[in-house]
Every structure is written in structure tokens, then in C-alpha cells.
């Protein structure tokens, strides 16, 4: 099996900035595409940012200039920088990744979230 784990959540007033980690786990041969994605109470879960093996990035239009993704390939983490946050950035921020597993199974893979609270 494989599991993400992330961390890295918090509050934060608004201006500031939080750096979320996302560890994988498990039985892994290799990680495509991994990234964040964040739901806000009451409104469907939204695409953050995602990152390529090969390091392409792409990023909703409202973090773009703020939000930083990147990634370890080595060590099988995903990261996101995410300064001048907004209220509306509020949300619980999940970590996913696309992996082929040693069985060279393909699983799209969901970390268990954590909460970003930026208070204004």
C-alpha cells in the first residue's frame, strides 16, 4: 500500500505564510504527477497546484505569484510555499499523487488533509 502524509497546516493572519509537506510512502516504484488540492466549508474541492515528475508546474489563477510547488523526487515529498495568504485561502489543503506502484499498479493516492486557516 502506499500512504501520503502531510503537514504543515495552521493559522496564519492574513499577509503571512505557511509551508505545507507532503511525504509518500509504501510500495512505490515511481510518482507521476503530485499536487494539492483544498476544499473550503460548504464549497467543492478545487485544484491548487500540481507538479510533474519532470518538474512542470501548474497553479489555479487566484495562488498564481503567491503559491509555490515543488518536489523531491529522491525522497518522494511534495511541497507548497504559500505566502501573502488571504482569507479566502482558507481550507483544507490535500495532498494527491499518481503513483506506479512496485507491483506496477497505477493508484491515485489522497493524503488525510490538514487545515489552513488564515484569519483576517
Known amino acids: 500500500q502506499v500512504q501520503l502524509v502531510e503537514s504543515g497546516g495552521g493559522l496564519v493572519q492574513a499577509g503571512g505564510s505557511l509551508r505545507l509537506s507532503c511525504a509518500a510512502s509504501?510500495?512505490?516504484?515511481?510518482?507521476?504527477?503530485m499536487g494539492w488540492y483544498r476544499q473550503a466549508p460548504g464549497n467543492q474541492r478545487e485544484l491548487v497546484a500540481t507538479?510533474?515528475?519532470?518538474?512542470?508546474?501548474n497553479y489555479r489563477d487566484s495562488v498564481k505569484g503567491r503559491f509555490t510547488i515543488s518536489r523531491d523526487n529522491a525522497k518522494n515529498t511534495v511541497s507548497l510555499q504559500m505566502n501573502s495568504l488571504k482569507a479566502e485561502d482558507t481550507a483544507v489543503y490535500y495532498c494527491y499523487a499518481i503513483v506506479l506502484t512496485a507491483g506496477f499498479r497505477r493508484l491515485e493516492v489522497w493524503g488525510q488533509g490538514t487545515l489552513v486557516t488564515v484569519s483576517s
Open positions: 509504501g510500495s512505490i516504484y515511481s510518482i507521476n504527477d
Open positions: 507538479i510533474t515528475a519532470g518538474s512542470s508546474t
